[in-house]
């Protein structure tokens, strides 16, 4: 059983910057598959990110080259660092995790969701 509990959300203005932490438990992490997920109010969830226990990563074309995924292993915490924001990027964002190693981009992969963390972009 993994738990997950992200941090680092707020409200910040368009153009600035946050850094969403997930911290999960478990002896296994560096062997999971993780990923950033988000859901704006009225939309499904969708895909933002995700990141192999080898570091590989993998973003969606809306966050691409915004966005950076990262892991650190010996804290068993995986980030989401996201810069230029925009307004369209207000939505509660979510990590999970998934035993196999590898990335995907897919909901349905991921076995472990954290509660969310809200993330307000004001334009």
């Known amino acids: 059983q993994v738990q997950l509990v992200e941090s680092g959300g707020g409200l910040v203005q368009a153009g600035g910057s946050l850094r969403l932490s997930c911290a999960a438990s478990?002896?296994?992490?560096?062997?999971?598959?993780m990923g950033w997920f988000r859901q704006a109010p009225g939309k499904e969830r969708e895909f933002v990110a995700t990141i192999s226990w080898s570091a590989a990563t993998y973003y969606a074309d809306s966050v691409k080259g915004r966005f950076t995924i990262s892991r650190d292993d010996a804290k068993n915490t995986v980030y989401l660092q996201m810069n230029s924001l925009t307004a369209e990027d207000t939505a509660v964002y979510y990590c999970?995790?998934?035993?196999?190693?590898?990335?995907?981009?897919?909901?349905?992969?991921?076995?472990?969701w954290g509660q969310g963390t809200q993330v307000t972009v004001s334009s």
């Open positions: 999970a995790a998934r035993s196999r190693r590898g990335i995907s981009s897919r909901l349905y992969e991921y076995e472990y």
């Open positions: 478990g002896r296994t992490f560096s062997s999971y598959g």
